[in-house]
């Protein structure tokens, strides 16, 4: 009868074990504000290693705002509602054991550009300035009412490395609008509006006539003019501002100003002044009324004195001029 011998053997199967290491490295972004940056990155290492995001040097936690997302091999770092605060370099730091592996991603922040409203005088040269950030290239162009501004004897447009100009030379009335300043990179596009206020100051286009009439008749005074609203457009006698009353009808409208005296007296003889202003100049000019007496007609008997032959009839216009009429008596 043969024996058997049994042994009985127990195997252990050793895991192996790696070093941690970053497969994919974290990409450096550039974001406009108030968009999302995302970071994310591929992990190896046995065992699976732990991953820390920091930002300048601080171990970021998880927010509503920061949400660091992280499985065996992938983590992903998310910044929703991008501010300002949150710009800068970013740390990722894989480890099993000390020390650990390191990728430094930055996330740069492309704020819209900026520019200013501004308001000219007609004929004048202004300049608008874009300042702009973010990653480079960058184009730039400008829009007025929904088409693209070009160059032209008026309009000069040049562009630095953070900068855009639009430079307009004498310029005009129909300059004045919304400009659009709009700025393209890799990370996207953004865009910034102002207005341009061209101002032309307050001018007389037609000046008052100098006008005679008789006693109790109306006089009317009209000047005609041009410039920016708001205009202030007003009447004087001997430095006092006329306004409408028993006596006085003063009509303005946007481009005319009449001034009507409704039954003249001598008193209202005299230079009246107009005066039309806004915020950016003021015209003047003067027109005279002058009030004549009323007609006086009649007969008059005169005596001849000293054989000179008077006449018999005569018209007076009060005050001085005076008619004679009639013939001598041989």
């Known amino acids: 009868m043969k024996s058997f011998c049994i042994e009985q053997v127990t195997v252990h199967k050793v895991k192996s074990t790696l070093a941690a290491r970053i497969i994919t490295k974290p990409q450096s972004v550039t974001v ?5 940056a995302r970071f994310t990155c591929d992990i190896d290492g046995e065992p699976a290693p732990s991953v820390t995001w920091m930002h300048e040097g601080q171990v970021i936690v998880s927010s509503h705002h920061r949400m660091v997302s992280t499985t065996q091999y992938k983590s992903t770092f998310e910044i929703s509602s991008v501010q300002s605060s949150d710009e800068g370099s970013y740390t990722l730091c894989s480890q099993r054991t ?4 390191t990728a430094r991603p930055r996330m740069t922040l492309g704020l819209p550009p900026k520019i200013e409203n501004i308001s000219s005088l007609v004929g004048s040269e202004i ?25 032209d004897e008026h ?49 007389i286009t037609e000046k008052a006539k100098s006008i005679s009439v008789t006693t109790g008749d109306p006089a009317t005074l009209e000047c005609r003019f041009s410039g920016s609203k708001v205009l202030k457009a007003m009447w ?23 001034l009507k005296i409704l039954s003249t007296e001598k008193s209202d003889s005299g230079e009246y002044t107009f005066e039309v202003s806004n915020d950016v100049g003021s ?8 009030v004549l007496g009323l ?6 008997l005169f005596e001849s004195i000293l054989n000179v032959c008077i006449p018999r009839r005569l ?15 041989d």
């Open 127 to 151: 300049s608008m300035q874009c300042t702009l950030k973010g990653s480079l290239p960058m184009t730039v162009s400008w829009i007025k009412e929904d088409h693209e501004v070009k160059e």
């Open 283 to 290: 015209s003047t000019c003067e027109a005279s009324i002058i």
């Open 236 to 258: 004087l006698k001997d430095g006092r501002e006329l306004t409408s009353g028993q006596r006085y009808k003063v009509q303005s409208r946007d481009k005319s100003s009449v």
């Open 32 to 36: 406009n504000e108030g968009e999302t």
């Open 98 to 101: 000390q020390p650990c592996t």
């Open 155 to 203: 309009i000069k447009i040049s562009n630095e490395t953070r900068s855009a100009v639009l430079t307009l030379r004498n310029t005009q009335m129909k300059h004045g609008g919304k400009y659009i300043c709009q700025a393209q990179n890799e990370a996207g596009s953004q865009k910034c509006l102002a207005t341009l206020t061209v101002k032309e100051p307050a001018n």
């Open 315 to 329: 018209t007076v216009y009060s005050p001085y001029t005076i008619y004679f009429h009639g013939r001598s008596n």
């Open 295 to 300: 007609l006086i007609s009649g007969s008059f």
